[in-house]
Antibody, heavy 121, light 106 residues
Framework: EVQLVESGGGLVQAGGSRRLSCAAS????????MGWVRQAPGKGLEYVST????????YYADSVKGRFTISRDNSKNTVFLQMNSLRADDTAIYYC??????????????WGQGTLVTVSS | DIQMTQSPSTLSASVGDRVTITCRAS??????LAWYQQKPGQAPKLLIY???NLEGGVPSRFSGSGSGTDFTLTISSLQPDDFATYYC????????FGQGTKVEIK
């Protein structure tokens, strides 16, 4: 069974940093691209970032480009999201997600339960 | 960037109703579209990919259609478990979600 467990959320001051982690199990992690999707309180889903199987190719939404960095450690089955220069509008639940098939395009067949990041101004 | 527009934003319906949700892309995305269902307090769940392919375990009352810029999600006979918010997502160029359609009890 696929499991994605996020951690690292919490309360952070505006301008601060936070590193989210997502521990994966139940599948061959190194074969799947991964991503992060966020949801502000009471709002819709926002596609934040994705990373290829090798970690070489990455994508960022314009809203986080230059502030967030996605990375992965295939030896530890973990994907990370380093968030710097946080703003109040970064407050959201951050979901870790796995693309549906190896080598597949960036839509997500499995999701974690999310971790809440609250940025106080 | 590709923009996705869903309609309606909210839909009131009764159990047994046929429900249709529309998603429009700002440019052609071929058939690279997914639909998700999200219930309060839960992560999204993939329902349909490649515009019309049902994910495993998803009831057959759900169906998707469309290509290019216009897509629809149809629930043939709404069940109590289907009251939720639905999102489309294009993955022709990275990814963009629609703003969501909340299906509520009439």
């Amino acid at each position: 069974e696929v499991q994605l467990v996020e951690s690292g959320g919490g309360l952070v001051q505006a301008g601060g940093s936070r590193r989210l982690s997502c521990a994966a199990s139940g599948f061959t992690f190194k074969n799947y691209a991964m991503g992060w999707v966020r949801q502000a309180p009471g709002k819709g889903l926002e596609y934040v970032s994705t990373i290829s199987v090798s970690g070489i190719e990455t994508y960022y939404a314009d809203s986080v480009k230059g502030r967030f960095t996605i990375s992965r450690d295939n030896s530890k089955n973990t994907v990370f999201l380093q968030m710097n220069s946080l703003r109040a509008d970064d407050t959201a639940i951050y979901y870790c997600a796995k693309v549906r098939i190896p080598g597949g395009k960036d839509y997500f067949g499995s999701w974690g339960q999310g971790t809440l990041v609250t940025v106080s101004s | 960037d590709i923009q996705m527009t869903q309609s309606p934003s909210t839909l009131s319906a009764s159990v047994g109703d046929r429900v249709t949700i529309t998603c429009r892309a700002s440019q052609s995305i071929s058939g690279w579209l997914a639909w998700y269902q999200q219930k309060p307090g839960q992560a999204p769940k993939l329902l349909i990919y490649r515009a019309s392919n049902l994910e495993g375990g998803v009831p057959s009352r759900f169906s998707g259609s469309g290509s290019g810029t216009d897509f629809t999600l149809t629930i043939s006979s709404l069940q109590p478990d289907d009251f939720a918010t639905y999102y489309c997502q294009q993955y022709h160029s990275h990814g963009t979600f629609g703003q969501g359609t909340k299906v509520e009890i009439k």
